[in-house]
C-alpha cells in the first residue's frame, strides 16, 4: 500500500511540475493590449499577423491553418519569404490557450529557422473569444 501511495504521489508531483512548466519566454509573447494598440495605430511598422488555426480572424490577419499541417507550414513559409527578418510576426490560433495550442509551437519554430528574429506568440492564455474578441479588440469585418 506504502508502495502504490508514494507511486501516486510521485505521479501527481510529476504531472503537476510538468504542467506549470512555461512553454514561451515572456521576450517570446506580445500581449493582446499591446497587439490591438498597433493594429489601432497609424504606424507604418506594424506586425505580420498569422491565424494559424481554425478560429476568427484578428484584423489584418492571414489566415493560414492548421499550423500542424504540412500545407498549413508552406504557406506560412511562402507568405514570409520576401519579408524582412528583422520585421515583427504575430503568430496565433486562439481556439485554446496558447500554452497548450498545437497548431502555434511548429508556427513558431518555421519562423524562427527561416530567420525571423522578433517572432511573436499571442498572449492568449484561455482563446480568442474570451482574451480577445470580449475585450473589443479588432477583428475582421
Do not use: H
Amino acid at each position: 500500500m506504502k508502495i502504490i501511495s508514494a507511486l501516486a504521489l510521485f505521479l501527481t508531483l510529476s504531472i503537476n511540475s510538468f504542467a506549470q512548466t512555461p512553454i514561451w519566454k515572456p521576450e517570446q509573447i506580445m500581449s493582446t493590449k499591446e497587439l490591438a494598440d498597433k493594429i489601432n495605430s497609424n504606424a507604418k511598422d506594424k506586425p505580420l499577423i498569422f491565424n494559424m488555426g481554425p478560429m476568427e480572424n484578428i484584423k489584418t490577419a492571414t489566415a493560414i491553418g492548421r499550423g500542424t499541417s504540412v500545407t498549413g507550414i508552406e504557406k506560412l513559409k511562402s507568405s514570409v519569404a520576401w519579408e524582412n527578418k528583422n520585421r515583427t510576426i504575430v503568430v496565433y490560433c486562439g481556439c485554446c490557450s496558447f500554452a497548450s495550442c498545437p497548431n502555434i509551437k511548429p508556427a513558431y519554430d518555421a519562423l524562427i529557422s527561416a530567420g525571423f528574429k522578433n517572432t511573436k506568440v499571442l498572449d492568449l492564455p484561455v482563446g480568442i473569444k474570451p482574451d480577445w474578441v470580449a475585450k473589443g479588440y479588432p477583428m475582421e469585418e
